[in-house]
């Protein structure tokens, strides 16, 4: 077994660690298959297994460095037996460097300066609108709770835009392999040119980022990141949160300043006397917020289109220059695979999604996580014999 072990992993893996844990619905050595089956009635068991994975997360924060696998058996008083498997080990660099290579403990894009520049604009630009919305409140033109409201907005829409630089978009590693059922299914699979790897559906190799990045949409300045599967969520909130602080931006301007004088146009008592100051401030945002308002807008169309069809903005360039790409046929996204399996209330918080099916999800596996799996699928059971006393 050792052996086995050094052949799969080709190098020790001790020093790694995985951002978020994998949940995966495998074939197990003797055919069988871990079921993994949500239903309406399943809700409340969906978020304890959620919770738990939580748990995990928090657990292998507390003991930084600390690999760890686990299984969550399934409900015996459940009817549908499903099950779940949980393969919480840790595989991303340790190190602290930032970057986009595979040694880079931290994601970071630092080769494009430029988008540098327009992602901290961003920045700017949402600090400078609350600042801005606080500044007419504290005149006594505004209510503190609509001030409150819309800075509770742009923090949200702050959060959103580091979780979607700073998080891996869906980076390929060399040492990728195609998911099980891929290999049943297909029997080509493409190489990427560039990384000389396993590139998998959807997936396209970045020059900025010099990644191949598994569904990818596009590289987006704004975000100085590409967009991919593990950070869709992130990006897709990030425009929703800019779009309500620009249209509640607008409003607020709108019926105190625009329209001050339509609303008291019979009092006198210098209700729309404004300083110099607060006058440049709301002309400026102003200006922000329509044009961000617009260009958000459209983003939003855009990703809602490649959410129903199932088709990126690259692919969808590609068709359209009649490129066949890789001959994927495009289905719609369901929901989970964007925002994961957590509760609903979880999809507006700029937190990880942990996914149903992980390695299905970003469209590859690793020789290591085969190998972990085969291992502990053998332990519990599942080749004719349990050495943990349960099976799964």
Not at 181 to 199: G, L, V
Not at 209 to 228: L, Y
């Amino acid at each position: 077994q050792a052996a086995d072990a050094a052949s799969f992993h080709g190098g020790d893996d001790d020093s790694t660690f995985e951002s978020f844990p994998q949940i995966r619905r495998r074939e197990a050595v003797d055919g069988r298959k871990l079921r993994l089956r949500i239903g309406w009635k399943g809700r409340f068991r969906t978020s304890v297994v959620w919770a738990k994975i939580r748990l995990f997360r928090l657990g292998e924060r507390c003991f930084y460095g600390r690999n760890s696998d686990a299984v969550i058996d399934s409900d015996p008083d459940d009817p549908l037996g499903r099950e779940y498997y949980l393969d919480a080990h840790n595989e991303h660099p340790s190190g602290f460097s930032c970057g986009t290579s595979e040694g880079s403990g931290i994601w970071m894009n630092t080769s494009d300066q430029a988008g540098t520049l327009m992602s901290f604009s961003v920045w700017l630009a949402l600090i400078y609108g609350a600042f801005t919305v606080v500044l007419v409140s504290e005149q006594g033109r505004l209510p503190p709770v609509v001030a409150m409201t819309y800075c509770t907005i742009c923090t949200l829409a702050l959060a959103s835009h580091a979780k979607t630089s700073f998080t891996d978009p869906g980076s390929v590693p060399k040492c990728a392999v195609p998911v099980e059922d891929e290999t049943r299914q297909i029997t080509f699979h493409a190489m990427c040119s560039q990384c000389q790897s396993f590139k998998p559906q959807n997936c396209h190799h970045c020059r900025i980022c010099d990644r191949c990045v598994s569904r990818m949409d596009h590289h987006c300045p704004w975000m100085n990141n590409c967009i991919g599967a593990a950070n869709l969520k992130h990006f897709i909130l990030f425009l929703i949160y800019t779009w309500i602080a620009s249209g509640l931006a607008l409003v607020v301007f709108a019926l105190n300043y625009f329209l001050c004088h339509f609303f008291h146009r019979n009092v006198n008592d210098g209700t729309c006397q404004f300083s110099p100051v607060l006058q440049t401030l709301v002309r400026g945002m102003t200006v922000v917020a329509i044009s961000s308002l617009l260009f958000v807008s459209s983003m939003i169309v855009n990703v809602a289109f490649g959410l129903v069809t199932g088709t990126g903005t690259i692919d969808r360039m590609k068709r359209n220059a009649g490129i066949n790409g890789d001959g994927a046929e495009p289905a719609p996204l369901h929901p989970e695979d964007v925002f994961g399996m957590g509760p609903v209330w979880t999809w507006p918080l700029p937190i990880d999604p942990v996914f149903r099916d992980h390695d299905a999800v970003l469209g590859f596996s690793t020789p290591q996580r085969l190998l972990r799996e085969r291992l502990q699928l053998g332990d519990v059971g599942c080749e004719g014999h349990s050495d943990a006393g349960h099976n799964v």
